[in-house]
């Protein structure tokens, strides 16, 4: 059997007219009951008054009658469609962007679309959860990251130790990956002064976060502010407000305080943990992982941004009480120093012997590893080994960036996600198998 393709820009314009049909049938029963009206009043002036030969012709009476009611109904119909679409885009003009070539149809589209999309919660830090999140913002509107608030290094860790504020490096990246205008936004929150008396090193984007947490007087405000100045898609919240310091120790039994100086010291490591321990969750974390239909931990470092938020004991019981669909996306390459030739099972019992519970019910890993001659020697493919994954459906697929082999495709991610919620919603579990290198293994 041929299926017929049909034009998705005439399925949105259907779409489209659904939804506003209801609202114009009633304008134009309005119109029509109120030239129904002047009916009535221009009856009775007709029959008192003696108008002038002209009028016979403007008013076309040498026409039939039924010819008449035609062409003024058509006439009419016409400018009332006319003001309305004008109407529309002139209420409409304050959201669509200074050259944006998005047609209107488009927009509204998408607007009602996304917002009837399912609740999504990311969880992690670093780019990989920026990623993940421009994937996302695609396919859902309600959308809310959850960021670590343990890095310690750069901008963030001076802005810190400084002015005593969570870290605003990682919500940055999200802010910037959620922004509507992302192209201009992100250009201009990772800008980074080079120089400058006490500016070197800082991003634009953590100081407007700071200024604007001195104006609004509250981190967490601030951050809720500088989202809606930004027009950004759904909300961007710390996982805990405490200040915290993550912490390792090494095969060697050395500890390691400071998120950035785990990293700079690159050491296999045995375990990671935050001080204080008893850190409290962000309570409005906890709400959004409660309320939403699916939760996806990672990509991201391992140690340094997966691991911290799930070390938050209020984050870590939410995610367990959760009804959603649960989802851990392992890297695509392994970091040196850290996790030197993990495969998918060793990323996933890193995660079970710290968190000590079942948290997921997806694992989704990356099986296309074809190199296109782009070879880097830092990095590593991170290998499919479910033999250590237990109890949980590991989810083998083609996530991988053509442009840079070693971090996920924005696209490909979200489109499988999202392939996964909606499989698990309509109660059909995936079946996994790892075969083939260049297909998602999901059917």
């Not at 062409?71 to 304050?94: D, E, H, P, Q, Y």
């Not at 080994?385 to 070693?406: H, P």
Request: proline share 4%.
């Amino acid at each position: 059997m041929r299926l017929l393709k049909v034009d998705p820009s005439l399925l949105k314009w259907l779409y489209f007219g659904m939804h506003i049909k209801r609202w114009l049938l009633l304008l134009l029963v309005g119109v029509a009951i109120m030239g129904l009206g002047f009916g009535y009043f221009l009856r009775e002036v007709y029959f008192s008054y003696t108008f002038p030969d002209w009028v016979y012709y403007v008013t076309l009476q040498f026409l039939p009658r039924y010819v008449r009611g035609v062409l003024f109904v058509g006439g009419s119909t016409a400018l009332i469609m006319f003001s309305v679409w004008k109407l529309n885009r002139s209420l409409l003009s304050a959201f669509i962007r200074p050259g944006n070539e998005e047609s209107l149809v488009n927009i509204i589209y998408n607007h009602r679309y996304l917002r009837r999309g399912p609740k999504v919660v990311a969880i992690g830090g670093g780019t990989g959860l920026s990623t993940l999140l421009r994937g996302l913002k695609e396919h859902t509107g309600n959308l809310t990251a959850i960021v670590t608030v343990a890095d310690d290094g750069g901008s963030s860790g001076r802005l810190r130790r400084e002015m005593g504020l969570p870290p605003p490096g990682d919500l940055r990246n999200c802010i910037a990956a959620l922004a509507d205008a992302e192209p201009l936004m992100t250009k201009l929150f990772q800008y980074r002064f080079d120089e400058g008396s006490g500016l070197a090193g800082h991003s634009f984007g953590n100081l407007f976060i700071a200024a604007m947490t001195e104006v609004t007087g509250n981190f967490e405000e601030a951050v809720r502010e500088t989202s809606r100045v930004l027009a950004v898609r759904g909300q961007i919240l710390p996982s805990t407000l405490t200040n915290v310091t993550l912490s390792a120790v090494t095969d060697e039994d050395d500890e390691i305080h400071g998120e950035s100086n785990i990293t700079e010291r690159g050491s296999r490591i045995k375990k990671v943990f935050i001080n204080p321990e008893n850190a409290q969750a962000n309570p409005e974390a906890i709400r959004a992982i409660l309320a939403a239909d699916m939760v996806v931990i990672g990509p991201g470092s391992l140690y340094t941004s997966v691991l911290p938020n799930l070390l938050v004991d209020g984050i870590r019981r939410a995610i367990q009480m959760s009804k959603a669909v649960r989802v851990y996306v392992c890297n695509v390459a392994t970091e040196r120093g850290e996790t030197d030739s993990f495969s998918v099972s060793d990323h996933y019992q890193v995660l079970e012997q710290h968190v000590k519970e079942k948290l997921f019910n997806y694992v989704v890993a990356n099986n296309n590893f074809a190199t296109n001659g782009a070879v880097d020697g830092r990095f590593e493919p991170v290998k499919v080994d479910t033999s250590g994954v237990a109890d949980v459906s590991v989810v083998a697929a083609d996530v991988i960036s053509e442009e840079n082999r070693y971090h996920h495709d924005t696209s490909k991610l979200a489109a499988l996600l999202m392939g996964l919620y909606y499989q698990r919603r309509e109660g059909n579990s995936p079946v996994v198998t790892l075969s083939e290198p260049q297909e998602a293994t999901v059917r």
